[in-house]
């Protein structure tokens, strides 16, 4: 964990560069940018962090309810939240630096990922993608409590098995943003709105990644995160009191790491 954050600004810059190319000026700017980013969340956002998990680890070795584990998953998404407007006058600085096409880069690499994804789709089974998810979520809850014996496994498959969960909303939901990313950029290139426009077109930009316009798809939403926090309260409730434990030491590593961070100056 150390290591990745330590890193984030590079892998932020890089990612971003894959799909916009940067010109050297602009990869300058950027990193500056992403630099002043990770210091200002680095000294205001992780005293939270270790807060909050000083207080999992209260809670951890207790039972659970479904809204207890949504209150916690609220929490992240506030905390994102905070992440995302403090980026937003970095990026707006940017973005006015931006050229059309650079834009074209951008839509032809939305185009490629997409069409990758449609392929992975056509190529894998519903069995084989089920598959998937189950041995993701399996790896995710093994790295909070160690092993899982077969009846809590059997928990997973079971809940995951009647979820409501569907891949063809997302992917259409993430073209959504990928138009909706090309439709607020387009205006703003090359320095043809004042900065206070691109401000307020990005921060439109933001609102609507967090919270989707259609409503059904926020229905969607809703109703698949209470299926999720009702899958880990279930999971959790059947632990045992040795992957309590694991997991209390799991969170205690986490609050060690982000003390040793907060600590640091850069």
Not at 27 to 43: F, M, V
Not at 96 to 105: I, K
Not at 204 to 218: E, F, H, I, K
């Amino acid at each position: 964990m150390k290591i990745a954050y330590n890193q984030s600004p590079e892998l932020a810059y890089l990612y971003l560069d894959g799909h916009l190319d940067f010109t050297s000026e602009q990869s300058l700017r950027l990193k500056d940018s992403l630099n002043q980013l990770q210091a200002w969340h680095r000294q205001t956002q992780l005293p939270g962090y270790i807060a909050a998990l000083q207080q999992l680890q209260q809670q951890i070795p207790l039972d659970t309810t479904a809204v207890a584990a949504c209150t916690v998953t609220a929490d992240v998404r506030r905390k994102v939240s905070l992440v995302a407007q403090q980026a937003e006058p970095l990026a707006a600085g940017l973005v006015g630096m931006l050229t059309p096409d650079q834009l074209q880069h951008l839509e032809k690499k939305y185009a490629k990922d997409n069409a990758e994804a449609e392929d992975e789709r056509r190529s894998d089974s519903s069995k084989i993608r089920q598959s998937q998810r189950y041995l993701k979520t399996l790896s995710r809850a093994e790295s909070l409590y160690g092993t899982l014996d077969e009846p809590q496994r059997a928990v997973l498959a079971r809940r995951l098995e009647q979820s409501r969960f569907d891949a063809k909303l997302l992917f259409a939901e993430k073209q959504r943003r990928q138009r909706d990313t090309l439709r607020t950029l387009q205006p703003l290139t090359a320095g043809q709105a004042p900065p206070d426009q691109a401000l307020a077109a990005l921060q439109g930009l933001v609102a609507r990644s967090l919270m989707p316009p259609d409503t059904a798809y926020r229905s969607y939403l809703e109703q698949l995160g209470q299926e999720n926090c009702q899958t880990f309260a279930e999971l959790h409730n059947s632990t045992t009191p040795a992957q309590r434990g694991k997991a209390l030491e799991t969170l205690k590593r986490y609050e060690q790491d982000f003390k040793i961070l907060n600590a640091q100056k850069s």
